[in-house]
Structures are given as structure tokens and as C-alpha cells.
């Protein structure tokens, strides 16, 4: 079964500080996504990485950095985090069979 | 813009009867669909697809159908059970979207006992 790993289910956060998101996957995925899912709002994709070092932006980027340094591993990066990012953040990942894998997410709520 | 439209927030359905959730997109390049269900403080879980090759796809007790002309899916559940209760997400990609996946904003299934 494949595994997507997310290091901190739940995090709180004050105004400004800098936040990292870790997601791990087992499956040798070329490519991981991060997504973040508000009420109403859905899955909205953040950033996504197709292979080490890759990265590309997806439709809400803004206020968010990633880092790929290993094909397991995709990290997520508040660099000064905002009350309006408060919200839930899922990694996925898949390989070229087409459907995501999902981590369990993290919920960050920004005081 | 949202190019996947989930119209139906919420859907309440009696135990044993069929649940219908409704997708609509935009996208005419999109050619893979997919559903997920996502239980509170949980990642979603794959629960089905459909390439547009294809008009039907079932695995036991959920059915996806695809209606390209009319760039509509849905996804049946038939006998709902308690257990299905939870908010289903479709997501479609395809075309010149490459490795990205667009999700709707989901449709929350209640299924009373």
C-alpha cells in the first residue's frame, strides 16, 4: 500500500513565525502535490513537484515556498505565516498511473 | 475560475436508497476522472475513476458515469450505507492541464439510518 506521510497533523502558529509542512511518500512517486482545503473552497493545488528539484506553481502559490531535495520527501514552507492561512494542507502523490495519493493533512490554525 | 463544479453542497439519503452526486466541468481537454471521500481530520481516499474513453465504470457499490457531450459525471452509491457518510470531491485532469488534478468543492453525503 502506498504511504503518504504528513509529519504534524495539527499546529498552531502566531502571526509571522515561519511553518514547515513535511510530507514523506514509500512508492518512489515522481510526482507530489500540496493542496490546501477550505470550507466551500475545495482542494486548491498550492505547488506541485514532478521530479528532485522540480517544482511548479500551482493555482494559489502566493505566501507559500516548497523544497524537493529527495524524490520521497516534499516539504512546504509558510515563510511568515498569515491568519488567512489557517486552513487544512494535504500532500498527495501519485506516480504516471494517474490517481493521488493523499496524506492524512495538517491542520494549521495562525493566531 | 472553477473549471470542476460541484453544485450540491450537501445531499441527505436514507439508508438502503441510492445516493446521486453530481460533477460538472468545463475543461472539453479533460480526460480522467476521479472521486474521493474524505472522512473530518482525514485525507481523502480514492474511490473511483473514469477515462473518457469510457461512459461507465463500477466497482461493487459505487458506479461513475461520464457524460462528455454534456461535460457531466455523476457517482452512484447504491445501497447507501451510515458509512458513506462523509464529503465526496470529484477531480478531473487531462489535456494541456499536465500533471495537475482540479478538484470541485464537494458535495457532503449524509445517509440516515
Known amino acids: 500500500d502506498v504511504k503518504v506521510t504528513q509529519s504534524s497533523r495539527y499546529l498552531v502558529k502566531r502571526t509571522g513565525e515561519k511553518v514547515f509542512l513535511e510530507c514523506v511518500q514509500d512508492m518512489d512517486h515522481e510526482n507530489m502535490f500540496w493542496y490546501r482545503q477550505d470550507p466551500g473552497l475545495g482542494l486548491r493545488l498550492i505547488y506541485f513537484?514532478?521530479?528532485?528539484?522540480?517544482?511548479e506553481k500551482g493555482d494559489i502559490p502566493e505566501g507559500y515556498s516548497v523544497s524537493r531535495e529527495k524524490k520521497e520527501r516534499f516539504s512546504l514552507i509558510l515563510e511568515s505565516a498569515s491568519t488567512n492561512q489557517t486552513s487544512m494542507y494535504l500532500c498527495?502523490?501519485?506516480?504516471?498511473?494517474?490517481?493521488?495519493?493523499f496524506g492524512e493533512g495538517s491542520r494549521l490554525t495562525v493566531l | 475560475d472553477q473549471q470542476v463544479k460541484q453544485n450540491s453542497p450537501s445531499l441527505s439519503v436514507q439508508e438502503g436508497r441510492i445516493s446521486i452526486l453530481n460533477c460538472d466541468y468545463t475543461?472539453?481537454?479533460?480526460?480522467?476522472f476521479l472521486w474521493y471521500k474524505k472522512y473530518p481530520a482525514e485525507g481523502p481516499t480514492f474511490l473511483i475513476s473514469?477515462?473518457?474513453?469510457?461512459d461507465k465504470n463500477e466497482d461493487g457499490r459505487f458506479t461513475v458515469f461520464l457524460n462528455k457531450s454534456a461535460k457531466h459525471l455523476s457517482l452512484h452509491i447504491v445501497p447507501s450505507q451510515p458509512g458513506d457518510s462523509a464529503v465526496y470531491f470529484c477531480?478531473?485532469?487531462?489535456?494541456?492541464?499536465?500533471?495537475?488534478?482540479?478538484f470541485g468543492t464537494g458535495t457532503s453525503l449524509t445517509v440516515i439510518p
Open positions: 513537484s514532478y521530479d528532485v528539484k522540480m517544482k
Open positions: 475543461n472539453s481537454m479533460f480526460d480522467y
Open positions: 477531480a478531473a485532469s487531462g489535456g494541456n492541464t499536465g500533471n495537475q488534478f482540479y
Open positions: 473514469i477515462s473518457s474513453i469510457k
Open positions: 498527495a502523490s501519485r506516480s504516471q498511473g494517474r490517481e493521488l495519493f
